[in-house]
């Protein structure tokens, strides 16, 4: 396929999102770029990599401005940083299916004994994107979480405290 054929989000159009929906295209983005083993997947591996940096970074950055105050539009800060711990997961998960995916992309697999051999790269590699998959469900759980509506904020009440009652047995 060619570049112009398929639409691809770059950090440009993820940072002109909302959270959430940032997420959501990077999931459709994953998604739609299935990697495959051998040099498009490759690179749909490697770039995934580098869209799932790219958004973990923006969250964090992100739940670090929603902690000044005034700041509407944005999830809480606490939300935003279990995201991007989630990212962070996804991450980790794609960086590690590299090593199959590089070790099936340049090994022959034509032969009985070569497929034989390979099933272990490609558990290890499946293992990984599906860990990776549910990464991103897990940061999209914490970001679809709706906040109730904001009362003035009141201080709680102080707890008052009782002596214990100690007994002997």
Do not use: W
Not at 112 to 138: E, F, I, T, V, W
């Amino acid at each position: 396929m060619s570049g112009d054929q398929l639409h691809t989000y770059e950090p440009t159009d993820l940072d002109d999102m909302l959270p959430l929906q940032a997420l959501d295209a990077m999931t459709a983005d994953v998604r739609g770029h299935r990697i495959t083993v051998d040099s498009t997947g490759l690179f749909d591996a490697t770039r995934h990599i580098s869209l799932l940096c790219h958004l973990a970074a923006r969250m964090a950055a992100d739940a670090e401005y929603q902690l000044s105050p005034n700041i509407a539009d944005l999830p809480p800060a606490e939300h935003l940083g279990a995201s991007a711990g989630h990212l962070g997961q996804a991450v980790a998960h794609y960086t590690q299916a590299l090593a199959p995916l590089l070790t099936l992309t340049a090994t022959a697999q034509d032969t009985p004994q070569q497929k034989l051999d390979s099933l272990d790269h490609h558990n290890r590699l499946r293992s990984h994107l599906d860990a990776a998959g549910r990464a991103l469900a897990a940061a999209r759980t914490v970001l679809a979480v709706q906040q109730p509506l904001s009362a003035p904020s009141t201080p709680a009440p102080t707890p008052l405290r009782t002596p214990a009652v100690r007994r002997r047995a």
